[in-house]
Protein backbone atom coordinates (compact mmCIF):
# COMPACT_ATOMS: atom_id res chain seq x y z
CA UNK A 1 0.00 0.00 0.00
CA UNK A 2 1.38 3.21 -0.86
CA UNK A 3 1.56 6.31 1.14
CA UNK A 4 1.54 10.13 0.17
CA UNK A 5 4.41 12.18 1.35
CA UNK A 6 3.93 15.92 1.62
CA UNK A 7 7.10 17.61 1.23
CA UNK A 8 7.84 20.17 4.44
CA UNK A 9 9.94 23.07 4.72
CA UNK A 10 12.71 23.32 7.59
CA UNK A 11 13.02 26.76 9.46
CA UNK A 12 16.18 28.05 11.48
CA UNK A 13 14.74 26.58 14.94
CA UNK A 14 15.17 23.25 12.88
CA UNK A 15 10.94 22.69 13.03
CA UNK A 16 9.34 21.62 9.74
CA UNK A 17 6.09 22.37 8.67
CA UNK A 18 4.27 20.90 5.58
CA UNK A 19 4.74 22.99 2.53
CA UNK A 20 1.85 24.58 0.89
CA UNK A 21 0.48 24.33 -2.69
CA UNK A 22 0.28 27.64 -4.57
CA UNK A 23 -3.15 27.57 -6.44
CA UNK A 24 -2.18 29.27 -9.73
CA UNK A 25 -5.41 28.77 -11.29
CA UNK A 26 -7.21 30.73 -8.46
CA UNK A 27 -4.63 33.36 -8.93
CA UNK A 28 -5.03 33.50 -12.20
CA UNK A 29 -8.86 33.85 -11.76
CA UNK A 30 -8.68 36.84 -9.14
CA UNK A 31 -6.20 39.02 -11.40
CA UNK A 32 -9.04 38.32 -14.44
CA UNK A 33 -11.27 39.07 -12.06
CA UNK A 34 -9.81 42.32 -11.14
CA UNK A 35 -8.44 43.38 -14.53
CA UNK A 36 -12.39 42.84 -15.69
CA UNK A 37 -13.76 44.93 -13.09
CA UNK A 38 -11.37 48.08 -13.81
CA UNK A 39 -12.42 47.99 -17.79
CA UNK A 40 -15.84 47.75 -16.47
CA UNK A 41 -15.88 50.31 -13.74
CA UNK A 42 -13.43 52.96 -16.33
CA UNK A 43 -16.63 54.28 -17.98
CA UNK A 44 -18.72 54.85 -15.06
CA UNK A 45 -15.85 56.38 -13.10
CA UNK A 46 -15.10 58.56 -15.99
CA UNK A 47 -18.88 59.95 -16.57
CA UNK A 48 -18.93 60.58 -12.58
CA UNK A 49 -16.02 62.57 -12.55
CA UNK A 50 -16.53 64.40 -15.63
CA UNK A 51 -20.30 65.18 -13.76
CA UNK A 52 -18.62 67.01 -11.29
CA UNK A 53 -16.23 69.02 -13.07
CA UNK A 54 -16.33 72.44 -14.74
CA UNK A 55 -16.10 73.00 -18.33
CA UNK A 56 -12.64 74.68 -18.04
CA UNK A 57 -11.35 71.46 -15.49
CA UNK A 58 -12.93 69.02 -17.96
CA UNK A 59 -10.77 69.91 -20.53
CA UNK A 60 -7.73 71.55 -18.79
CA UNK A 61 -6.99 68.22 -16.39
CA UNK A 62 -7.24 63.87 -17.52
CA UNK A 63 -10.62 62.45 -17.56
CA UNK A 64 -9.87 60.42 -14.42
CA UNK A 65 -8.00 62.93 -12.64
CA UNK A 66 -10.25 63.62 -9.31
CA UNK A 67 -12.42 66.97 -9.54
CA UNK A 68 -11.12 69.66 -7.10
CA UNK A 69 -13.97 71.33 -6.21
CA UNK A 70 -17.66 69.60 -7.12
CA UNK A 71 -19.80 71.49 -9.72
CA UNK A 72 -23.37 70.50 -7.93
CA UNK A 73 -24.71 72.97 -10.46
CA UNK A 74 -24.33 70.95 -13.73
CA UNK A 75 -27.27 68.30 -11.49
CA UNK A 76 -29.34 71.10 -11.09
CA UNK A 77 -29.19 72.53 -14.35
CA UNK A 78 -29.06 68.66 -15.60
CA UNK A 79 -32.55 68.58 -13.52
CA UNK A 80 -33.67 72.29 -15.27
CA UNK A 81 -33.25 72.00 -19.07
CA UNK A 82 -33.09 67.96 -19.67
CA UNK A 83 -36.69 67.30 -18.95
CA UNK A 84 -35.33 64.55 -16.39
CA UNK A 85 -38.18 64.21 -13.99
CA UNK A 86 -40.92 63.86 -16.49
CA UNK A 87 -39.01 61.18 -18.48
CA UNK A 88 -38.21 59.02 -15.41
CA UNK A 89 -41.58 59.14 -14.38
CA UNK A 90 -42.95 57.67 -18.14
CA UNK A 91 -39.90 55.67 -18.23
CA UNK A 92 -40.50 54.60 -14.26
CA UNK A 93 -44.48 54.19 -15.32
CA UNK A 94 -43.82 52.09 -18.53
CA UNK A 95 -42.02 49.57 -16.50
CA UNK A 96 -43.64 49.33 -13.41
CA UNK A 97 -46.26 47.76 -14.95
CA UNK A 98 -44.53 46.29 -18.39
CA UNK A 99 -42.38 44.18 -15.96
CA UNK A 100 -44.74 42.30 -13.60
CA UNK A 101 -46.85 41.65 -16.43
CA UNK A 102 -44.53 40.33 -18.48
CA UNK A 103 -43.08 37.84 -16.25
CA UNK A 104 -46.94 37.18 -15.10
CA UNK A 105 -47.71 35.90 -18.66
CA UNK A 106 -44.04 34.69 -19.70
CA UNK A 107 -44.90 32.30 -16.20
CA UNK A 108 -48.08 31.23 -16.90
CA UNK A 109 -47.46 29.95 -20.31
CA UNK A 110 -43.88 28.40 -19.62
CA UNK A 111 -46.05 26.78 -16.50
CA UNK A 112 -48.83 25.82 -19.42
CA UNK A 113 -45.95 24.05 -21.64
CA UNK A 114 -43.77 22.68 -18.78
CA UNK A 115 -46.38 21.06 -17.11
CA UNK A 116 -49.45 20.37 -19.40
CA UNK A 117 -49.68 17.92 -21.89
CA UNK A 118 -51.26 19.11 -25.01
CA UNK A 119 -50.12 18.15 -28.85
CA UNK A 120 -47.21 20.07 -30.27
CA UNK A 121 -45.83 21.85 -26.89
CA UNK A 122 -42.37 21.46 -27.89
CA UNK A 123 -43.25 22.83 -31.56
CA UNK A 124 -44.86 25.62 -29.87
CA UNK A 125 -42.04 25.82 -27.49
CA UNK A 126 -39.76 25.72 -30.60
CA UNK A 127 -41.60 28.87 -31.91
CA UNK A 128 -40.95 31.01 -28.68
CA UNK A 129 -37.51 30.08 -29.15
CA UNK A 130 -37.48 31.78 -32.82
CA UNK A 131 -39.40 34.21 -31.51
CA UNK A 132 -36.62 35.53 -29.42
CA UNK A 133 -34.34 35.99 -32.07
CA UNK A 134 -36.34 38.06 -34.11
CA UNK A 135 -34.99 41.97 -34.32
CA UNK A 136 -37.25 44.54 -33.34
CA UNK A 137 -36.16 47.14 -35.98
CA UNK A 138 -37.33 45.02 -38.29
CA UNK A 139 -41.44 45.19 -36.98
CA UNK A 140 -40.87 48.92 -36.50
CA UNK A 141 -43.00 50.06 -39.73
CA UNK A 142 -45.84 47.61 -39.39
CA UNK A 143 -45.75 48.69 -35.50
CA UNK A 144 -45.75 52.06 -35.92
CA UNK A 145 -48.96 51.75 -38.34
CA UNK A 146 -50.80 49.41 -35.73
CA UNK A 147 -50.58 51.72 -32.88
CA UNK A 148 -51.47 54.40 -35.10
CA UNK A 149 -54.27 53.02 -36.41
CA UNK A 150 -55.01 52.13 -32.92
CA UNK A 151 -55.44 54.92 -31.87
CA UNK A 152 -52.25 54.57 -28.75
CA UNK A 153 -49.12 57.17 -30.50
CA UNK A 154 -48.07 58.98 -27.78
CA UNK A 155 -48.96 56.63 -24.96
CA UNK A 156 -47.10 54.30 -22.70
CA UNK A 157 -49.90 51.59 -23.37
CA UNK A 158 -48.60 52.28 -26.95
CA UNK A 159 -45.22 51.11 -26.30
CA UNK A 160 -46.26 48.62 -23.06
CA UNK A 161 -48.14 46.10 -25.58
CA UNK A 162 -45.25 46.22 -27.96
CA UNK A 163 -42.55 45.47 -24.86
CA UNK A 164 -44.45 42.82 -23.40
CA UNK A 165 -45.00 41.66 -26.51
CA UNK A 166 -41.26 41.11 -27.86
CA UNK A 167 -40.16 40.25 -24.08
CA UNK A 168 -42.19 36.97 -24.03
CA UNK A 169 -40.21 35.07 -26.06
CA UNK A 170 -37.04 35.35 -24.41
CA UNK A 171 -38.78 34.76 -20.81
CA UNK A 172 -40.86 31.99 -21.27
CA UNK A 173 -37.78 30.13 -23.07
CA UNK A 174 -35.82 30.92 -19.40
CA UNK A 175 -38.81 29.88 -17.09
CA UNK A 176 -39.68 27.02 -19.22
CA UNK A 177 -36.58 25.31 -18.72
CA UNK A 178 -36.79 26.26 -14.77
CA UNK A 179 -40.24 25.36 -14.28
CA UNK A 180 -39.08 21.78 -16.06
CA UNK A 181 -36.19 21.08 -13.42
CA UNK A 182 -38.52 21.31 -10.64
CA UNK A 183 -39.71 17.46 -9.66
CA UNK A 184 -42.67 16.47 -11.07
CA UNK A 185 -43.40 14.70 -7.73
CA UNK A 186 -44.23 17.64 -6.19
CA UNK A 187 -47.38 17.98 -9.31
CA UNK A 188 -48.45 14.55 -7.89
CA UNK A 189 -48.24 15.29 -4.77
CA UNK A 190 -50.29 18.56 -5.19
CA UNK A 191 -53.33 16.55 -6.81
CA UNK A 192 -53.37 13.65 -4.17
CA UNK A 193 -53.93 17.06 -1.84
CA UNK A 194 -57.08 17.90 -3.92
CA UNK A 195 -55.31 20.82 -5.79
CA UNK A 196 -55.47 21.41 -9.06
CA UNK A 197 -53.36 23.51 -12.08
CA UNK A 198 -53.94 26.98 -10.06
CA UNK A 199 -52.52 25.82 -6.94
CA UNK A 200 -50.03 24.40 -8.59
CA UNK A 201 -48.98 27.44 -10.47
CA UNK A 202 -49.32 30.30 -7.62
CA UNK A 203 -48.49 28.29 -4.57
CA UNK A 204 -45.52 25.77 -5.76
CA UNK A 205 -44.11 27.25 -9.19
CA UNK A 206 -44.08 30.64 -8.15
CA UNK A 207 -42.56 30.49 -4.95
CA UNK A 208 -39.71 27.70 -5.76
CA UNK A 209 -39.09 29.92 -9.03
CA UNK A 210 -38.35 33.38 -6.58
CA UNK A 211 -34.63 33.35 -8.06
CA UNK A 212 -35.19 33.04 -11.58
CA UNK A 213 -38.47 35.67 -11.47
CA UNK A 214 -35.99 38.22 -9.65
CA UNK A 215 -32.80 37.34 -12.06
CA UNK A 216 -35.58 38.20 -14.90
CA UNK A 217 -37.07 41.10 -13.04
CA UNK A 218 -33.96 43.02 -13.22
CA UNK A 219 -32.94 42.02 -16.60
CA UNK A 220 -35.98 42.34 -17.77
CA UNK A 221 -36.23 46.25 -15.81
CA UNK A 222 -33.12 47.62 -17.33
CA UNK A 223 -33.82 46.70 -20.69
CA UNK A 224 -37.29 48.47 -20.27
CA UNK A 225 -35.56 51.35 -19.09
CA UNK A 226 -32.71 51.66 -21.50
CA UNK A 227 -34.79 50.50 -24.78
CA UNK A 228 -34.71 53.18 -27.53
CA UNK A 229 -36.28 52.12 -30.56
CA UNK A 230 -39.61 51.32 -30.27
CA UNK A 231 -39.94 54.42 -28.11
CA UNK A 232 -38.20 56.34 -30.63
CA UNK A 233 -41.10 55.31 -33.34
CA UNK A 234 -44.02 55.46 -30.78
CA UNK A 235 -43.41 58.39 -28.27
CA UNK A 236 -42.87 61.30 -30.88
CA UNK A 237 -44.51 63.98 -28.00
CA UNK A 238 -41.88 65.63 -25.59
CA UNK A 239 -44.16 64.79 -22.71
CA UNK A 240 -44.50 61.30 -22.83
CA UNK A 241 -40.46 60.94 -23.85
CA UNK A 242 -38.64 58.37 -21.70
CA UNK A 243 -35.10 58.75 -20.58
CA UNK A 244 -33.08 57.21 -23.18
CA UNK A 245 -35.40 59.95 -25.97
CA UNK A 246 -34.67 62.72 -23.23
CA UNK A 247 -31.07 61.89 -23.02
CA UNK A 248 -30.84 62.46 -26.67
CA UNK A 249 -32.71 65.25 -26.98
CA UNK A 250 -30.41 67.17 -24.48
CA UNK A 251 -27.29 65.58 -25.94
CA UNK A 252 -28.53 67.59 -28.76
CA UNK A 253 -29.16 70.75 -27.28
CA UNK A 254 -25.73 70.90 -24.82
CA UNK A 255 -23.42 69.35 -27.10
CA UNK A 256 -20.26 70.66 -25.58
CA UNK A 257 -22.09 71.21 -21.97
CA UNK A 258 -20.04 67.69 -21.01
CA UNK A 259 -20.84 68.40 -17.49
CA UNK A 260 -24.65 68.71 -17.10
CA UNK A 261 -24.77 66.10 -19.67
CA UNK A 262 -22.88 63.17 -17.66
CA UNK A 263 -24.87 64.27 -14.59
CA UNK A 264 -28.01 63.97 -16.66
CA UNK A 265 -26.85 60.23 -17.20
CA UNK A 266 -26.01 59.74 -13.64
CA UNK A 267 -29.49 60.52 -12.74
CA UNK A 268 -30.79 58.01 -15.38
CA UNK A 269 -28.79 55.33 -14.27
CA UNK A 270 -29.96 55.16 -10.14
CA UNK A 271 -33.46 54.26 -10.98
CA UNK A 272 -31.71 51.16 -12.29
CA UNK A 273 -28.58 50.39 -9.75
CA UNK A 274 -31.55 51.02 -7.33
CA UNK A 275 -33.67 48.15 -8.28
CA UNK A 276 -30.44 45.91 -8.80
CA UNK A 277 -29.50 46.34 -5.30
CA UNK A 278 -32.94 45.46 -4.12
CA UNK A 279 -33.06 42.30 -6.09
CA UNK A 280 -29.13 41.64 -5.73
CA UNK A 281 -29.65 38.43 -3.55
CA UNK A 282 -32.35 36.55 -5.82
CA UNK A 283 -30.53 37.91 -8.77
CA UNK A 284 -27.60 36.01 -7.79
CA UNK A 285 -29.21 32.95 -7.01
CA UNK A 286 -30.83 32.77 -10.15
CA UNK A 287 -28.05 33.15 -11.91
CA UNK A 288 -25.87 30.13 -10.39
CA UNK A 289 -29.96 28.21 -10.14
CA UNK A 290 -29.71 28.54 -14.51
CA UNK A 291 -26.16 27.57 -14.48
CA UNK A 292 -26.26 24.47 -12.58
CA UNK A 293 -30.23 23.28 -13.76
CA UNK A 294 -29.63 24.36 -17.01
Not at 108 to 116: N, V, Y
Request: proline share 5%; aromatic share 12%; hydrophobic share 55%.
Amino acid sequence: MSTLTLGRAKHADGTSRPRRNVDYVRIGLWLALAVTMVIWAMPLIFVMFTSLKSEAAIFSTSSFSLPTAAEWENYSEALETGNLLTAGGNSLLIAAIKVPLGLLFSAAAAFGLSRIRFKHSKLLLGAFALGSMVPIQVALGPLFKTILDMGLLNSPIGVILPYIGFGLPIQIFILHGFFSAIPKEIDESVRVDGGGNWRLFWQIILPLSKPALAALFILDFVATWNEYAIALVILQDQAAQTIPLAIQGFQSQFTSSYGPLNAFTVMSILPVLIVYLLFQRYFVEGMFSGAVKG
